[in-house]
């Protein structure tokens, strides 16, 4: 538990809490699965979304096995809690390498399609998600919030309960 935070970043194991900028790392990492289910729940036109965002359904899915890492660490956050089996501890331990091969990885989904030939161009807007995604990088090794908070991992012993 670090000394240089507010008392408000701590949940009831004083453990930090993922933040705004993690959560919205998590959005952006897990916008395949997102688009999915915005997709799935839109009855009028179940593909306009993912049209919007994917060139293809091949970008769509290796979109979804580019935020796996990052699914992996929201799992994890549900799972933190006294007692959490080891393997939990693993994964949230090395949050921050999951952060950044996810954003790596999704980097490089934007460049699949022009690879495959199946565009000539890269879009404005893809380059916009690779700017983003290398933000993400950046931003994951230089925030002491985000190392602090995949650092903190709540003990073995369960808190007495009022």
């Known amino acids: 538990m670090s000394k240089y935070h507010a008392i408000s970043c701590y949940d009831k194991n004083l453990c930090l809490k993922p933040d705004a900028t993690i959560w919205l790392i998590f959005l952006f990492l897990l916008k395949a699965y997102v688009i999915l289910i915005l997709s799935i729940v839109n009855m009028k036109d179940r593909t306009g979304l993912i049209d919007l965002v994917y060139p293809d359904r091949l970008t769509m899915s290796l979109g979804a096995l580019a935020g796996i890492p990052a699914a992996l660490l929201v799992y994890a956050w549900v799972k933190r809690k006294p007692g959490a089996p080891q393997y939990v501890r693993n994964i949230w331990g090395k949050g921050r ?12 989904v934007i460049f699949v399609p022009f ?3 199946t565009v000539h161009a890269i879009p404005a807007g893809n380059w916009v998600q690779f700017g983003i995604a290398l933000l993400i990088v950046i931003v994951v090794y230089s925030s002491s919030y985000i190392r602090d908070c995949f650092n903190d991992f709540p003990g073995d012993k369960v808190p007495a309960e009022k």
């Open 97 to 108: 390498a999951f952060l950044v091969v996810s954003a790596l990885l999704n980097a490089c």
């Open 115 to 117: 690879w495959m030939a």
